[in-house]
């Protein structure tokens, strides 16, 4: 495994949940202590849901974070990726400190980080406080669609966790949209008009 670069007092920044058509992105930001231990730290994709979770509590004992959701109605309002932006805008305003840095996962950076932050490619696999953060992002993401499978039945959000899956495409057929599908991604904007061919 590579070894993650650490920067003390930087803030790492990832966003989970860009692809799916049900549910919110979420974002998270995290500082790592100057010095920390956190064997098997890497970017959220490449370890198993228990390492996650594992992980997600040694992080949060141990860091500064802050998770934030941006839901489905905004998101069809401002568009996904801009969705993703005030989701990690957000999750450094409510960090409550000024970090030394701000490292984003991707090749992009948030308008009102422009100056202040650097994006990294591939950052939550080279940038030990973005892995942090896809970590924290992604456990909190999944765990909320865990949450909307019991209350919207039959779609099996907890097991696809909103992503377009064949058994996603057959529910909506089946059941329609729900309250957290995105009315403006094209399968279930279709839908809604009729014309979606699954």
Not at 42 to 68: F, G, M, P, Y
Not at 85 to 96: D, F, T, V, Y
């Amino acid at each position: 495994m590579t070894k993650l670069e650490h920067f003390p007092g930087a803030a790492g920044l990832d966003e989970a949940g860009r692809g799916p058509l049900a549910g919110p992105v979420t974002a998270a930001a995290v500082i790592l202590p100057d010095s920390y231990r956190l064997p098997g730290l890497n970017d959220s994709k490449k370890l198993d849901a228990a390492h996650r979770e594992e992980l997600e509590a040694e992080i949060k004992a141990c860091a500064q974070w802050t998770v934030c959701f941006v839901e489905p109605a905004e998101i069809d309002r401002l568009n996904i990726l801009h969705a993703s932006m005030a989701a990690m805008e957000r999750c450094i305003q409510s960090l409550g400190c000024d970090p030394l840095e701000i490292y984003v996962d991707g090749n992009r950076v948030p308008r009102s980080l422009l100056g202040r932050a650097q994006a990294v490619v591939k950052g939550d696999g080279k940038i030990a406080c973005i892995a942090a953060a896809s970590i924290l992002a992604k456990t909190a993401r999944d765990r909320y669609m865990v949450e909307m499978a019991a209350q919207f039945h039959g779609y099996g959000f907890e097991r696809h966790f909103g992503y377009p899956t064949p058994e996603h495409f057959e529910a909506i057929k089946r059941l329609g949209p729900c309250d957290i599908h995105r009315r403006s991604f094209a399968p279930v904007r279709q839908f809604d008009q009729g014309v979606l061919a699954l």
